[in-house]
């Protein structure tokens, strides 16, 4: 089953980040050397002011002790003068000026540490400047590296405005491309983007859809898977809308299926499950699952990622019936892996699928009749191989009154998944009680009769005649099946 739908295009948000983390990094660090500086301005007027001022009390200690001295040598001077006639003269002038010699020289000793201290300051001042140079430097650095980064930014702005309207114009060639198909085929074949169901092989509306193909193709080759999977993440809802449109499409071709999924496409579009609240979103996001859900490496991925959940939790919010059929076409998808039958019941596939019937548009109806198709056949296989015991999921599950009421339904793709759906399940005699208690044996009985498909019918009535309790029931109730 394909769903194709419609593109748009948007950039990588790496560099928006790295510029921002820049603009705060910068900030942080301008903050940081303007606190620095006026730090470092302060503490240089601090120690100017301390030197200042011990130069100043130095000057001023020598000047009250050179006055003092003075004074002392004055009186000493004239006491000498009046004590010259009975002590030498010559003695007391060796004392002074020995005491003077002394003074002087602690007066040299104070001078030196000042100078000293001067010294000190002077030589930090100079640390100090290195180190705003240093600063103003880096600070020069990374505001070169911000406007790169801000052209940087420009330029892939630019780019994105220039993307995002090539996908509009596709978008919009892609609906008026659409709406041509709807007017010329009045309405009766669906059109790419819309179709679901893998058994729609019809070659006019592939003929139909060729220009939207080739735009799409075209904007694939230029813009590249990366690109158009990073818009999947854009703000602008309508953004996203087309670009899940394109994987949807791109996913239709099995050519592209491997590598949307090794780019994280899958991983993408079950987040956009999990974390939109746009219906529009989740049926096209379905869609693409759904899309991706018919390669059976693609299955497991889905499973192991959580989808059955995301697609179960989906199904029980949609109301738009299109949501419900890409929902049903992705499960019913799912139901056709052996391997995934426990884990589809398990994590509420199944019920989910079931769940669906309340809408009871023909579309959802069919793809939900696939997925019970689907998943009997694997419960058939599986008991054929002897890797399964018990009655069906589906009928513990209470399955068996809409399927018969379904079995003869008027829309062909419905009766015909429903029918190939009972004659799986008849093929397990453990099934047989509850299908002939159920009127399944009623419809069992029609499709080897006049079902229109040779082979569904053949299947009836190989199913009738291998299983003795519906041979028991047949003879009881005089029925010929020949």
């Known amino acids: 089953m394909k769903v194709e739908n419609m593109l748009k295009i948007k950039e990588e948000f790496d560099y928006k980040s790295l510029s921002r983390k820049l603009e705060i990094q910068l900030d942080k660090l301008i903050a940081e050397h303007e606190r620095q500086q006026k730090v470092f301005q302060d503490e240089i007027e601090r120690i100017a002011l301390e030197a200042q001022e011990r130069v100043d009390e130095v000057e001023q200690n020598y000047a009250d002790?050179?006055?003092?001295?003075?004074?002392?040598?004055?009186?000493?001077?004239?006491?000498?003068?009046?004590?010259?006639?009975?002590?030498?003269?010559?003695?007391?002038?060796?004392?002074?000026?020995?005491?003077?010699?002394?003074?002087?020289?602690?007066?040299?000793?104070?001078?030196?540490?000042?100078?000293?201290?001067?010294?000190?300051?002077?030589?930090?001042?100079?640390?100090?400047?290195?180190?705003?140079?240093?600063?103003?430097?880096?600070?020069l650095k990374l505001r070169k590296m911000l406007e790169d980064e801000e052209q940087q930014k420009a330029k892939l702005e630019d780019e994105i405005e220039l993307l995002q309207s090539q996908l509009l114009q596709i978008s919009f060639e892609a609906d008026e491309s659409r709406r041509n198909l709807d007017r010329g085929l009045s309405g009766e074949i669906p059109s790419p983007v819309d179709s679901l169901t893998p058994e729609s092989n019809h070659q006019e509306p592939r003929e139909s859809g060729n220009g939207e193909k080739t735009s799409m193709v075209k904007l694939f080759e230029q813009v590249g898977l990366h690109k158009i999977l990073s818009l999947?993440?854009?703000?602008?809802?309508?953004?996203?809308?087309?670009?899940?449109?394109?994987?949807?499409?791109l996913a239709a071709e099995e050519s592209n299926q491997e590598r949307?999924?090794?780019?994280?496409?899958?991983?993408?579009?079950?987040?956009?499950?999990?974390?939109?609240?746009?219906?529009?979103?989740?049926?096209?996001?379905?869609?693409?699952?759904?899309?991706?859900?018919?390669?059976?490496?693609n299955q497991e991925l889905i499973m192991s990622q959580g989808g059955i959940s995301l697609l179960s939790l989906t199904a029980t919010k949609a109301e738009d019936p299109q949501t419900l059929r890409m929902v049903a076409g992705a499960i019913a998808n799912l139901c056709g892996n052996d391997?995934?039958?426990?884990?589809?019941?398990?994590?509420?596939?199944?019920?989910?699928?079931?769940g669906m019937v309340r809408c009871k548009h023909p579309d959802v109806l069919a793809q939900v009749a696939r997925g019970i198709a689907n998943f009997a056949k694997c419960e058939s296989r599986a008991s054929t191989q002897g890797t399964k015991s018990g009655r069906s999921v589906l009928i513990e599950d209470g399955a068996l009154p809409w399927i018969v009421q379904n079995a003869n339904n008027e829309a062909?793709?419905?009766?015909?998944?429903?029918?190939?759906?009972?004659?799986?399940?008849?093929?397990?005699?453990?099934?047989?009680?509850?299908?002939?208690?159920?009127?399944?044996?009623?419809?069992?009985?029609?499709?080897?009769?006049?079902?229109s498909r040779e082979d569904i019918r053949a299947l009836g009535q190989r199913t009738l005649k291998s299983s003795p309790s519906f041979q028991v029931e047949l003879k009881r109730l005089r029925i010929d099946c020949g």
Request: proline share 1%.
């Open 412 to 451: 062909s793709p419905i009766r015909r998944h429903i029918e190939l759906a009972l004659c799986h399940l008849a093929q397990h005699e453990v099934n047989a009680k509850e299908m002939i208690n159920g009127g399944a044996l009623w419809e069992l009985v029609r499709i080897s009769r006049d079902c």
């Open 260 to 297: 949307i999924v090794e780019a994280g496409g899958l991983t993408s579009l079950l987040t956009l499950l999990r974390s939109s609240t746009d219906e529009t979103i989740h049926r096209v996001a379905a869609g693409a699952i759904a899309n991706l859900a018919m390669n059976e490496t």
């Open 232 to 249: 999947l993440e854009s703000e602008d809802a309508d953004v996203r809308i087309h670009a899940v449109k394109v994987v949807a499409n």
């Open 65 to 139: 002790a050179l006055e003092k001295e003075k004074l002392k040598y004055h009186k000493d001077y004239m006491e000498s003068v009046r004590r010259s006639n009975t002590e030498p003269t010559m003695l007391l002038a060796l004392g002074e000026v020995a005491e003077i010699k002394q003074k002087l020289h602690n007066e040299i000793a104070l001078r030196k540490a000042a100078e000293a201290e001067v010294d000190n300051l002077e030589n930090q001042l100079i640390h100090w400047k290195n180190t705003e140079n240093a600063r103003n430097a880096e600070f």
């Open 339 to 354: 391997k995934l039958q426990g884990k589809l019941r398990a994590e509420g596939g199944i019920r989910a699928l079931l």
